[in-house]
């Protein structure tokens, strides 16, 4: 009896929370830590205790739990660090102008470029800093072409999503909830893109053909202002690319493979007063990232808080009962599910999600088939997810209800969503 009733008040706990987060009551930074104190409680673990080996809430879940995602935030750390340089040295903004010469006046060649130069852009930096620099850029462009501000943002936030499936923090997030290799993450990343690649442009594509060409007026750049802003070798285009790259090519960690990204990116660049250059990107790359980093040290909190033995024995029947054994159990349990990644819900890595993904991973499921869903999922969350703060932020500046782009996405997100987890069921099972 005492069993169930645990099980119930940790499920209460859960679907308290979710609210809380969806509904914006609060956001995840401080949901996430207070209900990894809460869930261990219920289970019947102590809050303190003086034997070091015994678990307790204090030791095990809020000290080591604290310090648990520590890779992940290094890697968060200096790929904030690398995409802050690549701003101050004008490559960011260089690519945004060639994507505009290129394009023309043509609004659906112009989506398609600014779409391919965003993925490269967003796969060195995803963060909201560069999404406000792209997209006070992009959106005004695309707005003077004659695209709607829906359209528009759907550009950004599908790039911006794409571009985060290479993310190197996103795989280190993976490789320490899961254990899977950086160098394998970086393959998968490079297959499981294509699917996305090609439902997001077809949407894309889409769009702006349903879109009424209407020229809007827009307060853009003079040639003046464009002619006095920092040229750029073009040799240093390329350098977005280059962390990725040295990833997947020599298999070096996050941390080394981006000092070697910001020697090349300077090499390339060349650009005065690199002393200042690094040294100013480093502390605004930390300030930009500070709720990231923030959010990882609650995710390491609630990880060890649904490991903790006494948890894991209350919720092991309740997850082996739902985790799914079958190949297409699996594929349409996730595809279907898929929207609950939205608003930091139970297949969120970056919310909920973190700790049902390890619940599930002891409940049977192999880690391999959990990264795979849960980085299938993101495909919902990081385009429609309306608490996303790009999702905010581009809405608020185009003038568009972000619950607009949530509808106008989601049915798109979740077929891109579906074919992954065909071939991560190919993969896994």
Request: proline share 5%.
């Amino acid at each position: 009896m005492l069993h169930i009733i645990r099980i119930c008040a940790i499920l209460l706990t859960f679907l308290l929370f979710s609210g809380l987060m969806m509904t914006r009551k609060m956001p995840a930074i401080l949901a996430l830590p207070i209900m990894a104190v809460l869930m261990p409680l219920i289970a019947g673990a102590p809050l303190f205790s003086a034997d070091k080996s015994t678990f307790s809430i204090a030791n095990n879940v809020l000290t080591q739990g604290s310090m648990r995602l520590g890779a992940t935030i290094a890697a968060l750390i200096f790929g904030a660090w690398f995409g802050e340089v690549l701003k101050k040295i004008g490559v960011t903004e260089a690519l945004v102008r060639k994507a505009a010469e290129l394009s023309g006046d043509k609004p659906l060649t112009m989506a398609i470029i600014f779409f391919i130069i965003g993925t490269i852009i967003f796969s060195s930096s995803d963060g909201l800093g560069m999404v406000i620099l792209v997209g006070s850029i992009v959106i005004p462009i695309l707005l003077t072409a004659g695209l709607s501000p829906l359209t528009s943002c759907v550009v950004l936030l599908a790039c911006h999503a794409l571009g985060s499936l290479f993310s190197v923090s996103g795989w280190a997030l993976m490789h320490d909830l899961y254990g899977i290799p950086i160098a394998d993450m970086a393959r998968y990343a490079a297959l499981f893109a294509i699917p996305a690649t090609i439902v997001y442009l077809a949407m894309v594509v889409w769009m702006v053909k349903r879109d009424v060409v209407v020229r809007k007026a827009w307060s853009m750049p003079t040639a003046d202002t464009l002619n006095r802003r920092k040229q750029v070798n073009g040799l240093a285009l390329i350098s977005p690319l280059v962390p990725v790259t040295i990833i997947f090519v020599f298999k070096m960690d996050v941390v080394p493979a981006i000092c070697l990204s910001l020697a090349i990116c300077l090499l390339l660049a060349r650009p005065k007063r690199i002393t200042h250059i690094l040294v100013s990107s480093l502390v605004e790359g930390i300030q930009n990232v500070a709720g990231a980093i923030g959010l990882m040290i609650g995710i390491g909190i609630l990880l060890n808080a649904v490991t903790a033995p006494q948890v894991s024995v209350v919720l092991k029947p309740l997850i082996e009962a739902i985790v799914p054994g079958s190949l297409w159990g699996y594929i349409l349990l996730f595809s279907l599910l898929s929207p609950l990644a939205l608003y930091r819900g139970p297949l969120n890595s970056y919310g909920l999600g973190s700790g049902v993904g390890v619940l599930m991973m002891h409940g049977g499921l192999s880690p391999l088939a959990t990264m795979l869903a849960l980085r299938s999922a993101y495909l919902v969350q990081g385009l429609s997810d309306p608490t996303n703060t790009h999702n905010v932020w581009s809405s608020d500046f185009a003038k568009v209800d972000v619950n607009d782009i949530l509808r106008a996405t989601l049915p798109w997100a979740m077929v891109a969503v579906l074919i992954s987890m065909m071939m991560a069921g190919y993969i896994a099972f």
